[in-house]
Structures are given as C-alpha cells and as structure tokens.
C-alpha cells in the first residue's frame, strides 16, 4: 500500500512551498498561495488510491456499526467542491453513499421551515451523504443575491448552530468544508468552462455575477464563520487553488477525524496545514471585523 512521502520527499518533487508560507498559523488563506507548483499527477494518484482504499473502510465501518454521516462542501463558484466529491465517491457502493444537491426552493418549500427539506436528505444509519452545497445557501448566495430578507438570514444565523447540534446529538458525523479559491483562479477556471462543451453545463448567470460579488460574498463568508464556526461543528477551511492538493487534504481531514477500524495510520494523517486548517488559522476574522467596523 501506498505511504505518504515525508515532507523533504514532497518538496523535491512536487516544488518547495512559497517562502513566505513557512509560518501556517499566521498565513491567511486570502493570502498567496503557498506552493508555487501544483501536485504532480503521479504523486497525486499514488496518494489518491491510498485515501480511497481508506474510505472504503469507513464506508463498511458505518453499515457494520450504524453510523450516519454527513460532508457539506461549501465555497465560491468554481471551488472545485464538485471534483472533490467525485472522488471521495469513486469506488464506494452509490446505495449507501448519496450527493444531494438541491434545486432552487419549490413554492410550497418556501412556506416550510426553512431546514424542512434539508432534514428529508439527513442520512440513517449506514449512510454517507455529500451535500454540494447545503442550507448554508442562507448565509452566502440568497442575502447576497437578495433571495431572501434580513429577517430571513437572522433567523438562519442563529437558528443553525441549534439544529446542528441537534443532528450531532442524534449520532451524526457532520463534516463542514469551506472550499477557498483565490479570485484570479476563480475567474480563469469560470472562463476556461466557456471554451470547453463538455463544461457548458457547469455554466450558469450567475457564476458570472459571483465574480462581480466577489467582495459581498467574502463579507457574507466571514459573517458566517463568525456565527457558525462553534466547537460542536467546526468549518475546516481548504485552499484549492490547486485541486489535487484540495482533494488528497479533503479526505486527509475526513479519515484523519473518523474512529474507524484498521485505519492506515500512515495514510490517514493530518492534512497540511498550509492547505487545510480551522478558521482560527487560516482566516483569524476577529481584527477583519474591527477594522470593518472602524471604517
């Protein structure tokens, strides 16, 4: 079975990170990124079908011992949230491992409970569920848009740490994580899409206008950090500029904090912390909001 190399081993290969990412507990991740090349592909796929042989025993894991789990991929358009997912669900069994991904609210939905149809796609025991994007919608796309109204918003800020702990208290596993992409990579990945028709699909109006909203959806990403991040469920930030780094430190995160039997030791390790982290290290928001205040 494939090991993870040692970081000497990395660097040679695959390029030193930047110089002035030596310090992860001080470097932002609205900083530069701190590799200066991407993960190689070799080197990638080795450590890819080691993560993935990892998730297979969580997978039998949590049908054998009733366990419930659920991974919500947050982040900007283009993100690389999609990918990611693919890949956590490459070789596990599709009847025990869902992606839901929600359409916009019916008629009738918008007269719910706003949670109401979220809690329809929560997993049993033995389930493994994907959300690609989730009811943090409220807290990023719909104020920033103006699909819903500041009424709307305060009752979802203060009403989700509740009902997620909720679902904790009930047995579920919930993983958070925020996909971050800078904006000049945002910008070419949105592009490149209209040049390739096998990713026409991936295009909409609105990844268009998410450029041009770049600064009210890092004000909304910020506000929900500071009212959702709680110490029950945690947001694990990753920096995916360069994809394959996102996916191996995605699922690193994920088998790094799960329980399961026979884990590699070797394999399920903690990712980098210079491309996976908590809010408190990788976007410190406390000195961001008192200077938005003081302006």
């Known amino acids: 079975m494939a090991t993870k190399p040692s970081q000497s081993e990395s660097q040679q290969e695959n390029g030193a990170p930047r110089a002035d990412a030596k310090a992860p507990l001080v470097q932002s991740a609205d900083g530069p990124y701190p590799y200066d090349k991407k993960l190689?592909?070799?080197?990638y796929d080795k450590l890819l079908l080691a993560l993935q042989i990892e998730l297979m025993k969580v997978q039998k894991w949590v049908l054998d011992a009733n366990q419930k789990i659920a991974i919500v991929f947050e982040g900007r358009d283009a993100a690389g949230k999609g990918g990611t997912?693919?890949?956590?669900?490459?070789?596990?069994?599709?009847?025990l491992a869902r992606v839901v991904a929600l359409p916009k609210p019916t008629e009738a939905q918008l007269g719910q409970w706003y949670f109401q149809r979220y809690v329809a796609h929560l997993p049993t025991r033995g389930e493994i569920t994907f959300f690609d994007r989730s009811w943090y919608n409220r807290a990023g796309v719909e104020p920033v848009m103006g699909y819903c109204t500041p009424e709307d918003y305060q009752r979802f800020i203060h009403q989700v740490p509740e009902f997620e702990a909720a679902q904790i208290a009930s047995g579920l596993h919930l993983f958070k994580f925020w996909f971050d992409v800078s904006r000049k990579e945002q910008r070419r990945r949105i592009e490149s899409r209209q040049d390739d028709p096998l990713k026409h699909w991936k295009l909409s109006p609105m990844d268009f206008e998410a450029m041009q909203r770049w600064d009210d959806y890092?004000?909304?990403?910020?506000?929900?950090?500071?009212?959702?991040?709680t110490n029950h469920a945690p947001w694990t930030i990753i920096r995916s500029d360069d994809k394959r780094r996102a996916r191996i430190g995605a699922m690193q995160e994920f088998l790094h904090r799960l329980p399961y039997p026979d884990k590699n030791e070797s394999i399920a390790v903690a990712p980098d912390p210079l491309i996976v982290g908590p809010v408190s290290t990788m976007l410190p928001l406390e000195g961001r909001f008192m200077f938005a205040e003081q302006k």
């Open 218 to 229: 890092t004000k909304a990403r910020d506000g929900m950090f500071l009212f959702t991040d």
């Open 40 to 43: 190689k592909s070799k080197q």
């Open 85 to 95: 997912i693919k890949r956590f669900l490459q070789h596990l069994n599709p009847r």
